[in-house]
Structures are given as C-alpha cells and as structure tokens.
C-alpha cells in the first residue's frame, strides 16, 4: 500500500511517523481545554476527538460519548466494527480528496504536537508481560545460567509473569532507580539501591474486546480481539530480581516502573507488514499451533548518558524476531478460564534479533557486566546509572511513508536515601 495522501501536508512526508496511513489513537490535554481527551495524531498534530464529536461528525452519540471520556477503554468497548467506521470516517475526512467543509470542521479541532501533553491512554486492569523473544531467552540462558538450553516448558508455551499496572507510565516520566534486597554469592542479603538497573526493549499489545470469567478464547477470535499496538520498557533490577525470583518469578524487580509510548497503533496500520511467526522449533499443541503474526517493525534504543547532550544508538531489532505472536499469548493467557478485559495489555518480552548489535538489554549488551558496552561519547555502560536518559523508537517502513509509535521515554533518577522513619542504606 503506497502513502495515502492527506491536506494536513506534514502527514506526506516519508520519515513522518504518523500519515494517513496510521491515524494512532491516544489520550491528551491541551492548554486551552479542561481535561484528558481522546485524539489521533496525524502529521505534526492531534485531532482533538472530543471537540469532533460535539459536531456530530461521527453519527453515533455512543462514539461521541466514548471519546469525551479520559481513557480509550469506553471507544475499545464499542467493538471492531466501531473502530473499522470511525477509522474509515477520519481517514476519508482527512484525505487530499476531503471537501472543504470537512476541511474546515477537522482544521477546528487541530492542534499542534507541540502544545499538548500526552497522557497515559488506557485504564489498564490487567498487565502480563511474557518472555516470547527466542533469542533473548537463549541469551539469558547463556549468561544466567551458564548453559544454552531454554527452559523446558519454553518451547512449548508462551512463559509469562503477571505485572504491576500500578507502576505502569506513560513516557517522559522519570524512574527512581528502586531500592531493594541484593545477595553476592554466599554473603548475607543487602538492603541498598539496584546496582544492576536495566531495559528491555518491548512491545505490546492492547486488548480491545473482553472474554468472560471461566471461558476460554477461540484461537480463530484472538487476533480479532487485539486493538493495536504500543512500544513498552519494562525496566528491570537484575540484583533485585536474582535474589528474588525463585520460586515463584519475578517481584520487585519489575514493579517499580513499566514505560509505554504514548500513541497505540491500530492492527490495522499494520497489516502490510504483518509476517506470520516462524514455524516453531518443537511442535506445539493444538490451540497454540498454526497461527499468529508478528510485524516488520524496526526497533532502536537510544541512550543519551548522565551529563551529556546527545543520544546514541546503542541496539537495534524487529518484531519480526519473537518466536510467539501477540495472538498465541493471549489465547494462552486465557486458557485456563482467565478473563481478559478491555485495556489489558500484553508485553511481548524483550525483543532480541540474532547479532551483538540487536540485543534488547544491557543485561545482554555487556554480556551480564563483562563487557561493559563502550559508547562514542567516550562513557561505559555496564548497567544504566542516574542521569541516564533512554528512548525507545518503533518504525514500520512502508511505500513512501512510516508507521510510528511515538517515543517511549525515561531518565533514570537517584535512589531516595532513607525508607521511612529508621530504615536506612549507607
């Protein structure tokens, strides 16, 4: 599919991440409105949804109702269907052929990038975040365990834990670097800031229709039941997590902050460059076989470290590279007769390609701290210290366009120094 033209002339740009083509949905507020607000963004600006709908462009005072509210959850509520027509309404309104009476009723509820905030898009109930990388996971094997076999259970199901949504942000929000119980060897536990603090470059995927308590998803339905798709960066405290996880996996180690991007891109921008997921290496049991796409969407991480002014790419990847798709995780999620509500996102793990350079962690970029990762700036990165900026980026390159996310952003912050009234590390 070549770019789809639009009067917004910002939106025909090759490198602009979001034409015609994406129309990514989002929660705003603006400096001179009240309140959150449902918008796309298209070009350098977001359409205001809430200010369209008192014009009755949608037809439907559902969506209009949906989109005063300050979350997506009530518009994912409404259904594939409604999403498709409310797609299909924005885009043939903002198109080069649009009339100029459409023109002048959309160009009312513009407003430019610059001058809004992003906030948080969804009310988010439920979080899992799994461990669907292959490589990653060979990797991790490799460092942590000294041994290249998987897990046992690995090849055989999509490994998850479930997360924290409380600590779930949207991006440009600074991360305390957390503080927790660390052990070396034989020696007795510490209490003390993560030493070890971490990325993980991720995805996820958003649930847009719900299933019952009890009932299971029809692997046929899973990909339907998906909305889109947001970059996501499950920071990690390597120490923490080591001296915790076993036996029941990861805790604190994971709870303090989980970064999203702010922008969720339907399924739908997505399909020219939907790949199906690469036959497994172990066959799989029925209601996981034979299904599920993955996407041709270039990641990078960027670090711009402490006391520096500019960023540098320090990993690169794609989608493409997880071994289970969005679809199989979470028709295994629900399997056992979880219920899955709208907004429930589900992280994909990190996402790691083949080579050194593809590696979606530090935990793997210096090898576990071996090979501290050496940067042009001249700095050494083991593991991500105060001060340290990070941006996550996600680009599906089309014919002459680009399908982008956003950015999904955060700068790490000291420790505090005390914990309550008496509790003290130092």
């Known amino acids: 599919m070549p770019l789809m033209k639009s009067w917004i002339d910002s939106a025909n740009f090759a490198d602009c991440p979001f034409p015609l083509n994406n129309l990514p949905f989002g929660i705003m507020s603006r400096k001179d409105r009240d309140g959150r607000r449902c918008a796309v963004a298209i070009g350098d600006h977001a359409l205001d949804l809430a200010s369209l709908g008192e014009t009755g462009f949608f037809g439907s005072q559902d969506v209009a109702s949906a989109f005063t509210e300050e979350v997506l959850n009530g518009f994912l509520k ?16 903002l198109s080069a052929d649009a009339s100029d009476m459409l023109r ?9 990038l610059g001058d809004v905030t992003m906030h948080l898009p969804l009310n988010i109930t439920g979080y899992s975040d799994f461990f669907a990388g292959y490589h990653h996971a060979v990797n991790t094997g490799k460092i942590i365990r000294g041994t290249e076999s998987l897990p046992p259970n690995w090849l055989h199901m999509p490994i998850a834990y479930n997360g924290r949504t409380s600590t779930i942000v949207t991006s440009g929000t600074p991360v305390r670097r957390p503080l927790g119980q660390t052990r070396t060897g034989e020696e007795a536990p510490r209490f003390q800031p ?3 603090l971490d990325f993980e470059l991720e995805m996820a995927a958003v649930v847009g229709r719900g299933s019952e308590l009890g009932e299971p998803i029809a692997p046929e339905d899973a990909e339907d039941m998906i909305f889109g798709y947001t970059l996501l960066n499950d920071w990690s405290a390597r120490d923490i997590q080591r001296w915790e996880y076993q ?14 991007s702010p922008w969720i891109v339907m399924k739908e921008a997505l399909e020219p460059f939907r790949r199906d997921v690469d036959p497994p290496k172990s066959p799989l049991l029925p209601y996981l076989a034979g299904y599920g796409s993955v996407y041709d969407i270039e990641l990078a991480v960027d670090l711009k470290p402490s006391g520096r002014d500019q960023y540098e790419t320090i990993a690169t990847s794609n989608h ?3 071994y289970y798709s969005a679809a199989q ?3 295994h999620h629900a399997i056992g007769g979880c219920r ?4 429930d996102i589900l992280g994909s793990g990190t996402i790691s390609g083949p080579r050194p350079e593809q590696y979606g962690s530090l935990l793997e970029l210096s090898w576990g701290g071996t090979k501290p990762l050496k940067l042009s700036s001249g700095d050494e990165r083991s593991y991500l210290e105060d001060g340290d900026s990070l941006v996550l980026t996600g680009n599906a390159k089309g014919d002459g366009y680009t399908i ?5 952003e955060g700068t790490i912050m000291p420790s505090p120094q005390s914990v309550g009234r008496s509790v003290h590390w130092s």
Do not use: H, S
């Open 247 to 260: 036996p029941l996996g990861p805790f604190l180690g994971k709870a303090f902050a989980t970064t999203m």
């Open 104 to 112: 002048q009723t959309l160009g009312e509820c513009l407003v430019p």
């Open 404 to 408: 982008g996310f956003g950015t999904c």
């Open 340 to 343: 899955m509500d709208e907004g």
């Open 329 to 331: 995780a979470l028709v």
């Open 78 to 93: 409404l259904g594939r269907p409604v999403w498709l027509t409310v797609r299909k309404q924005l885009q043939d309104a």
């Open 320 to 322: 493409k590279y997880l």
């Open 194 to 196: 993560c030493q070890t």
